[in-house]
Every structure is written in structure tokens, then in C-alpha cells.
T-cell receptor, first 117, second 113 residues
Framework: GDSVTQMEGPVTLSEEAFLTINCTYT??????LFWYVQYPGEGLQLLLK?????DKGSNKGFEATYRKETTSFHLEKGSVQVSDSAVYFC????????????????FGKGTKLSVIP | NAGVTQTPKFRVLKTGQSMTLLCAQD?????MYWYRQDPGMGLRLIHY???????AKGEVPDGYNVSRLKKQNFLLGLESAAPSQTSVYFC????????????FGDGTRLSIL
């Protein structure tokens, strides 16, 4: 079945440091890939997405490139801020594993990022 | 600009009590989902619905029931609450396309004593 593996946290960085959160996946078909962010006390928000190989998703200075050859979708940001402190989830939606008409998301377990001034 | 609204935001129950969590979305989405989030477990799908009047089981459906009588609403029920159901519950909705994201509510924090 489908699965998503992302790096264990927590990750602690100083402000303006470079961020990478690794995410790899297994899927039987041609998934769409997503990064969600969860700020304390809130629900998940879509951060960025990519729907086919070599696509690059970007938003708020974050980027991730869909790498089919390495089955990866690593999240990067060149200079993190204190306001980026949150939990980040990698997820996939695989249209070939359509179950009862629903494209379900498969999530990684999340990576907690703390950015200190 | 409401999106997905969950009520209540917090609740404390005693073992054996029942309750219903309400999810409402104003984006005309076909699909709706209920997840639970536990430390170290990520999000796990409880039940989902692909349209009004339809529901289906997800990964962890035991102890929960759902109903989708109206397209915009998706109810999650606990008939006899157990301490193992202490969790944060999230509702989400989406269009019926694999490349479209799910939109999440802010969650319901439920404690069962």
C-alpha cells in the first residue's frame, strides 16, 4: 500500500538557518504530493503541492520538488523565521488507489520545527 | 470566509457518555473526512463520505459512527466514549480530484475521563 516516511523530529534551528525536511514515499500509481503545516492549536493548512514528476511547489519561501526517480518530496527553505515554528506533514494522494470513489490522503507522522531567535 | 468549521472546540466526557461532533463546510465540497490525531501517530482516517447520504470506513472506525444527511455537514458520533478515544479530531473536505488538497477545520480536543 501507499506510505509516506518523513524525518523524525523535533528539529531546532536558529533564525535565518537553512531548512530541509526529508520526505520519501511509496505508491502504486501516480500520486499527487502535498506539504501541510500545522501551527499550535490549529488545523492543517496546505503549504504547497506538486501533481506530477519534476513539478516544483512553492509558497511563503518554502519549496519542494517532486522527484519520481528517488520517490522524494523534500521540503526546503533558505532562511527560516521564528514564525515558521510548526509541525510539517508530508502527504500523498494516489489516483490509482481509488477506494469507494475517494482519493484519500496518506500522511507522514509529522516533523516538529522550532526556530529560535 | 469560514471554510471548515468544527464544533465544539473542546469537550470533556466521562467514560460511557455519548456525544456528537459537528463539521460544516461552505465550499460545496463533495468529499468529507474525519481524522484523529494522536502524539507520534500522525493523522489517522476514521470515516469519510463521498457525497450526501454516503459514508465509508477509514483506518480506525471502531467506536465511531458518522452521518452525512446534508452535503455541507458531516457528523461524528461516539456512542459510548472510552479513554482510548481521547484525541484531537479533525474534519476535512475536498473536491473529488486526486490533485486537490483537503481543507481542514481547527479541530476538536476531546478528553475522556
Amino acid at each position: 500500500g501507499d506510505s509516506v516516511t518523513q524525518m523524525e523530529g523535533p528539529v531546532t534551528l536558529s533564525e535565518e538557518a537553512f531548512l530541509t525536511i526529508n520526505c520519501t514515499y511509496t505508491a502504486t500509481g501516480y500520486p499527487s504530493l502535498f506539504w501541510y503545516v500545522q501551527y499550535p492549536g490549529e488545523g492543517l493548512q496546505l503549504l504547497l503541492k506538486a501533481t506530477k514528476a519534476d513539478d516544483k511547489g512553492s509558497n511563503k519561501g518554502f519549496e519542494a520538488t517532486y522527484r519520481k526517480e528517488t520517490t522524494s518530496f523534500h521540503l526546503e527553505k533558505g532562511s527560516v523565521q521564528v514564525s515558521d515554528s510548526a509541525v510539517y506533514f508530508c502527504a500523498l494522494s494516489d489516483r490509482s488507489s481509488l477506494r469507494a470513489g475517494s482519493y484519500q490522503l496518506t500522511f507522514g507522522k509529522g516533523t516538529k520545527l522550532s526556530v529560535i531567535p | 470566509n469560514a471554510g471548515v468549521t468544527q464544533t465544539p472546540k473542546f469537550r470533556v466526557l466521562k467514560t460511557g457518555q455519548s456525544m456528537t461532533l459537528l463539521c460544516a463546510q461552505d465550499m460545496n465540497h463533495e468529499y468529507m473526512y474525519w481524522y484523529r490525531q494522536d502524539p507520534g501517530m500522525g493523522l489517522r482516517l476514521i470515516h469519510y463520505s463521498v457525497g450526501e447520504g454516503t459514508t465509508a470506513k477509514g483506518e480506525v472506525p471502531d467506536g465511531y459512527n458518522v452521518s452525512r444527511l446534508k452535503k455541507q455537514n458531516f457528523l461524528l458520533g461516539l456512542e459510548s466514549a472510552a479513554p482510548s478515544q481521547t484525541s484531537v479530531y479533525f474534519c476535512a473536505s475536498s473536491y473529488p480530484l486526486s490533485n486537490q488538497p483537503q481543507h481542514f477545520g481547527d479541530g476538536t480536543r476531546l478528553s475522556i475521563l
